[in-house]
């Protein structure tokens, strides 16, 4: 399936919501940030689809206001790949886990978590992965400064 197919697919089951293609990146798809746990469930038992293996996901900040959530799906059956994209508000950022549909996005989600700030409400054990348990902030935002790091001037 090409994202135009996987966009169109999910819009015959989801009719009242709308998929279309990222205007940043036309081979990923937008998802409705309110149904993304049905999305993937969706796409990893319907048979034209059957994207049975979770690559990774991951994050790309966007300040002033945005997250882009962006998670890599595989069928070992068809043999397609396709990605897919939630665009979250930066300053409330909350997507529901899909950490109880494949296993390996529990790690996927911590590191997230972690280092975006990005929280994800019904996972199983959502704490730090990489800093420290007192760490304060997400190092991967744009605008967060290391409390020890000394700005030279040029």
Wanted: glycine residues 4%; hydrophobic residues 35%.
């Amino acid at each position: 399936m090409t994202p135009g197919e996987f966009a169109a697919h999910l819009g015959e089951q989801y009719s009242e919501h709308k998929f279309s293609l990222d205007e940043l990146n036309e081979e990923c798809v937008l998802l409705p940030l309110e149904i993304v746990p049905q999305c993937f469930e969706f796409l990893r038992d319907d048979d034209a689809t059957q994207m049975d293996y979770f690559d990774f996901s991951t994050c790309v900040d966007r300040p002033p206001d945005r997250l882009d959530l962006v998670y890599s799906m595989y069928s070992t059956v068809h043999k397609h790949r396709a990605q897919f994209k939630v665009i979250l508000d930066r300053h409330n950022a909350a997507v529901p886990s899909v950490s109880h549909l494949w296993e390996n996005a529990n790690w996927n989600e911590r590191e997230i978590y972690d280092l975006y700030g990005v929280f994800f409400p019904g996972h199983k054990d959502l704490r730090r992965l990489m800093m420290p348990d007192d760490w304060e902030g997400h190092p991967l935002r744009k605008d967060y400064a290391h409390p020890n790091l000394v700005v030279r001037p040029d």
